[in-house]
């Protein structure tokens, strides 16, 4: 048991113990002490008490791509990696070291481990979907702030626990929806939002592949060494089958064993979460009707129509949304480029056109919140009723026929076979 002092020694900011330390040594009759510049923060540079150390769990093509814009941010320090494959342990791990010129960057094989440090304060996430939702409960309980790639969840159920558990715990949680941060999606939402389009009609998300699919086994083949690669560490919570090494990337743990999200929840959770923001972070629709004609057609308890959609679009690259109300609509995509029913909705205003969806805003968005504590635009409550809201239409997708929400009891009214599908057998000792 840490005594009382203890406990106050280690609220003590880095900050305060280095200004301490080096009264103390002012006072003392000793040989003069060089400290380097970049430990005051001098020369550009920030100094460790103000730098956020931070962990990788699971850092393949996507979580490289997000570590450097990590790196890229001065008051980071990359300090651990943990990967079920040590090819990827490892090349994460030169990554780091070669970018502050040491040998620091420890590697892991459990996760677990790595959430142990008490010098870590958060860490990014972006193993399969998979574990997404399991790894940030764990994160957020050992006291990590976390950004977490998308999706998020595996089904309805673990939505709700993974809200419940970011606001119970009070960590900082960012869904990896990074066109939150961008320009010209933030302009568009704001349109509709704040009521220059008129009162809301119609939104439209593009989910890029409308089917669901079930994941299953493949044609077994021998298992690794677990230090080479983890197999059981990677199935984790997913039911358990046989090592194939087709397995090993993509989505094809999406959901584990259950119904898989397919276009639907992987990019739907991208434009989906956009028109909720439109609309003023909602909660999700509460009607979900069949595909019909190429669409799937769902309806907000206002009224509001969210409609998934994989034609008709203006060209304006991937992860294109559309927003309509009474008196006007705008539309927006991936090439930064914004078309509005009217010029005017832009009132004089340029707005920067930044496209392919970088991620370093919305990584920079989330440590400004680490720091501050304040809710960042990714925040675990928006992710969720979006996430909701693609798994609702997924189950619709999947039965092929109507289904009905009920946003007080989370669960489907009158439907056992819908009611199945919110959440799955987690195998142990991965229960949330």
Known sequence: ??????????????????????????????????????AL????????????????????????????CFLEQKDVQFAAVCDIKESRRTAVQKIANEKYGNENCKTYRDFRELLDRQDIDAVLIATGPNWHAT?????????????????????????LILAETMRRTGRVFQAGTQRRNLPHFAFACALART????????????PAGMQSMMSGWLIPEPAPNPDAVDWDMYLGPAAWRPFNAKLLDGFNFEKGGGLVGGGVLEW???????????????????????????QLVARYENGVELIFRETGWIPLGSCPVRFEGETGWVEAGDSGKLVL??????????????????????????????K??????????????????????????HLGRKVQYDLHKHEFINDQQANRLRSEALREPWRL
């Open 1 to 38: 048991m840490p005594t009382r002092q203890s406990q106050v020694s280690r609220r003590l900011p880095r900050r305060g113990f280095l200004n301490t330390a080096l009264s103390t040594a002012g006072a003392a009759v000793l040989a003069p002490t060089v400290i380097p510049g970049s």
């Open 41 to 68: 923060g001098l020369d550009g540079a920030v100094a460790p008490s103000e730098r956020i150390v931070v962990g990788g769990i699971g850092i393949g093509n996507r979580g490289t791509y997000d570590l450097g």
């Open 135 to 159: 790894a940030a409960m764990a994160a957020a309980k050992a006291g990590k702030d976390m950004y977490c790639e998308k999706p998020c969840t595996k089904n309805i159920s673990q939505s």
């Open 195 to 206: 009521g220059k389009l008129g009162a809301m009609k119609k939104v439209f998300a593009h």
């Open 268 to 294: 739907g959770s991208h434009c989906v979460d956009l028109c909720q923001w439109a609309l003023g972070d909602v909660p999700p629709p509460v009607e979900y009707n069949a595909p019909k004609d190429g």
């Open 341 to 370: 029913s009217s010029p005017a909705l832009l009132a004089g205003r340029t707005v920067e056109e930044i496209g392919g969806y970088p991620a370093t805003y919305h990584v920079r968005d989330f440590l400004d919140c680490v």
């Open 372 to 397: 501050t504590r304040g809710k960042p635009k990714g925040n675990a409550d928006a992710a969720c009723n979006a996430h909701i809201a693609c798994h609702a239409a997924n189950i619709a997708l």
